[in-house]
């Protein structure tokens, strides 16, 4: 089944897209078969290089945009709905379990790859990867950024009438849809209280990826609000302070409010 859950393409686009398939530019089998190259490489225990993972993030990105660059009259793939979470969680997707090709082999996830320790890492100095910085500059494309296109024109989201929210697209639907264990993955507190260096993450990534799964964050079943509460997200203080500073910063008031409402709504109160 391909991606409709959350992303539903008009009649006309529809068409379009499938005279983009014959072609071969956005066939869902070939998404599949870019999303399993990209992860079996982001674990660096494979044996990838900081210069492998890098340029693969930034391949699938390209194609993700459907090439260059998303400009001009591009038409984005299409992706199967199995392949987002897989995308996300690698092995620990439940697409993992039932597709033979990878029930044998360990795949890292984009998450896990934003949280991947450094070799430098240790108890009282804890750091990541290089490549865990643009590993978060692709999810928080992908989650935040990402337009679908058919001939270079956006294909517009619907807006839920009862809560005037626009519907997430598919990668944003496949994160908001995981779990807090699974969301501890990306180590969020490094990339928040980190050092600044190459190894300190990806500060304005993260917290934008953190605003989204706070005010939009949906259960298991993929449809029910679940909205979270900052301290369900960080494990620290200090993290919880700096991701504070942060949103008074950098925030317009109304991400301010709704994340607050949504603090308001997970506490119950």
Known sequence: VVVGRCHHRTQTHRAEQAINNIMGDADPDRSSVEVK?????????????????VRL?????????????????????????DDLPLLMLGSQSPTALYDDELSNVNLYGLLEAC?????????????????ARNAMNLLKFLVCDFVDKVSGRPVPLETDPKTGQKELNGFAHALCCCTLPQLALMKAHLHLTGEGDARGGAKEDFCQVLVLLITRHLAEDGETPQPLNIDQLL?????????????????????????????ADASGK
């Open 235 to 263: 494990p620290t203080p200090g993290a919880v302070n700096a991701f504070n500073l942060w949103l008074m910063q950098n925030a317009s008031k109304a991400v301010q409010r709704a994340v607050k409402k949504a603090k």
């Open 57 to 81: 993030l930034s391949r699938f990105r390209n194609y993700a945009e459907g090439g260059g660059g998303g400009k001009g009259d591009v038409t984005t793939p299409e992706f199967y709905d």
């Open 115 to 131: 949280g991947c320790p450094s070799s430098h890492d240790s108890k009282d100095n804890q750091q990541l990867k290089r490549s």
């Open 37 to 53: 190259a990209l992860l079996r490489k982001l674990d660096p225990r494979t044996g990838s290089s900081h210069k492998d993972r």
